[in-house]
């Protein structure tokens, strides 16, 4: 028995030695006294794009933060969880130098304001052919729960995510209205004529997916569109979306409100979906990218969601679809807002706050 026991120790210690050999990396501080970084887009791996709550468009050229914001970008409202927030390349941004942003819009001599995109064109560290792509309807008077994350299908059209407004949540339950849904547009703001729900009179045409709470993470991998988003107190969830799928928030959820009251008994419902996974208590997820580098092989076929509570990334190794391990990561840099992936295989971590930094995970 005793031999058998010391030949599982073993045992254990070579997985735990071969784990660590596989997570084998250190951290590059590439952008520093960050002003609330939210979202990161990679150029290249020498030229990196990313927004700053506050209002600014800010650039990475070739290694080096350019001190002056690139001009030209939209009013945005600051406040709350409000301001310039998701970014998006164009798929053929090498030759257009076509971006999009989202971003809190206050509407003019109201107090209210909603989630608006824009597509514009980057010359010369300047934003030119500034367009309205999308504009959430109706407005709300809260500053929370906009979603404002973006991804590109297949086909060319454009997903948006559109948070709930937080205390508009029955609406995501409807489809006359754009709170707790994913958007799918053309680039030119057009609807695409296979959306959902365009043979619906009282159904905004915009919509794709609905039931959603607050949208903070999407990537598209092999067709397959994961999403997350945050719960309430627990129950943040990752998804697998589908068009015209109920994802039944707040019909269904795992969570409770803040004020520990039940904000519905029932975690199931015929015709809502299941997320393939959630997390009690709740993480707060935020960015999310797909690992297939080479910089870290073990890393390879994995989503990495990161998350502000307490601060970390988590790595979920897929099979298929499905998640089969789940690892937490770089749990010492505090909260962190996004997640990307750069052609060298390296990471790029955005941390939170009004001292945020960029931060690239590379080979020691």
């Known amino acids: 028995m005793i031999k058998q026991l010391k030949i599982f120790f073993i045992v254990i210690l070579a997985i735990t030695h071969l784990s660590a050999e596989e997570v084998n990396y250190r951290y590059e501080n590439i952008a520093e006294n960050l002003s609330h970084p939210w979202a990161i887009a990679v150029i290249d791996d020498n030229n990196i794009l990313f927004t700053e709550l506050s209002g600014s468009l800010r650039i990475i050229e070739e290694g080096i933060l350019n001190p002056q914001p690139i001009t030209g970008v939209p009013e945005v409202l600051f406040a709350g969880q409000g301001g ?17 942003i989202s971003f809190s819009s206050p509407d003019k001599g109201k107090k209210t304001n909603t989630l608006e995109v ?23 008077k809260t500053a ?16 948006i995510t559109s948070g709930d407004g937080f205390n508009y949540r ?9 709170f707790g ?22 159904a905004k045409p915009e919509i794709w ?9 999407i990537v598209i991998v092999n067709g397959v569109v994961y999403e997350n988003e945050h719960g309430p107190m627990g129950g943040d969830e990752l998804n697998i ?23 519905s008994p029932f975690t199931q419902k015929e015709g809502m979906e299941q997320p393939i996974k959630y997390w009690v208590p709740s993480i707060a997820p935020s960015g999310m990218a797909f690992y297939e580098g080479t910089l870290f092989p073990g890393w390879n076929n994995s989503l990495f969601v990161s998350a502000l509570v307490p601060g970390d990334v988590r790595r979920l190794e897929l099979s298929g679809t499905k998640i089969i391990n789940e690892e937490i990561l770089f749990s010492d840099l505090g909260r962190i807002r996004d997640v990307a992936t750069s052609p060298d295989g390296s990471l790029i971590l955005a941390t939170d706050g009004p001292n945020g930094k960029l931060v690239r995970v590379i080979n020691k």
């Open 170 to 178: 029955e609406k995501a339950q409807y489809l006359d209205n754009h």
């Open 209 to 217: 997916s609905y039931g959603h709470r607050n949208l903070q993470g």
């Open 181 to 202: 849904k994913i958007i799918r547009i053309n680039t030119d703001g057009s609807i695409p004529e296979d959306n959902p729900f365009l043979s619906d009179k009282n």
């Open 144 to 159: 929370a729960h906009y979603g404002a994350r973006m991804a590109f299908l297949d086909d060319g059209t454009l997903l």
């Open 84 to 100: 310039l927030s998701g970014l998006i390349l164009d798929p053929n941004f090498a030759s257009n130098s076509t971006l999009y």
């Open 241 to 263: 979306v589908l068009p015209s799928k109920n994802y039944g928030w707040p019909a269904i959820t795992y969570g409770k409100d803040y004020s520990g009251a039940t904000i």
């Open 118 to 140: 824009v597509s514009a064109k980057l010359v010369s560290g300047s934003l030119v052919e500034v367009k309205t792509i999308f504009k959430a309807s109706p407005s709300r």
